[in-house]
């Protein structure tokens, strides 16, 4: 078992940026893949970015390409998702997710298949 607490969340005005944190607890950190999912309100959840076990490989939704950064730091125990030039689209809750290392976001946008689940973060950007 692993639990994740994400954190970092907020209310910021468009073009600003925040950095979100999800900090992993159980299980060895650096055995799973992780990623960053959104929800916004009335919307499906959706992909956002994803990192493997060692760091060395990222992938990102087209519509954060550029602006967002994932990160992770095994020996914290830490996945971050550093947010720039923030849109009001972004308004969302954000959830971390410990992935299999077979996962691909255009098979499982959702992130059905993700293992284990953050509680969330809200980001709230302002016009």
């Known amino acids: 078992q692993v639990q994740l607490v994400e954190s970092g969340g907020g209310l910021v005005q468009a073009g600003g940026s925040l950095r979100l944190s999800c900090a992993a607890s159980?299980?060895?950190?650096?055995?799973?893949?992780m990623g960053w999912f959104r929800q916004a309100p009335g919307k499906e959840r959706e992909f956002v970015a994803a990192i493997n076990r060692s760091g060395a490989s990222t992938g990102y939704a087209d519509s954060v390409k550029g602006r967002f950064t994932i990160s992770r730091d095994n020996a914290e125990n830490t996945v971050y998702l550093q947010m720039n030039s923030l849109k009001p689209e972004d308004r969302a809750v954000y959830y971390c997710a410990a992935l299999r290392d077979n996962y691909r976001p255009l098979a499982d946008p959702r992130g059905k298949e993700s293992l284990y689940w953050g509680q969330g973060t809200q980001v709230t950007v302002s016009s």
């Open positions: 159980g299980r060895t950190f650096s055995n799973y893949a």
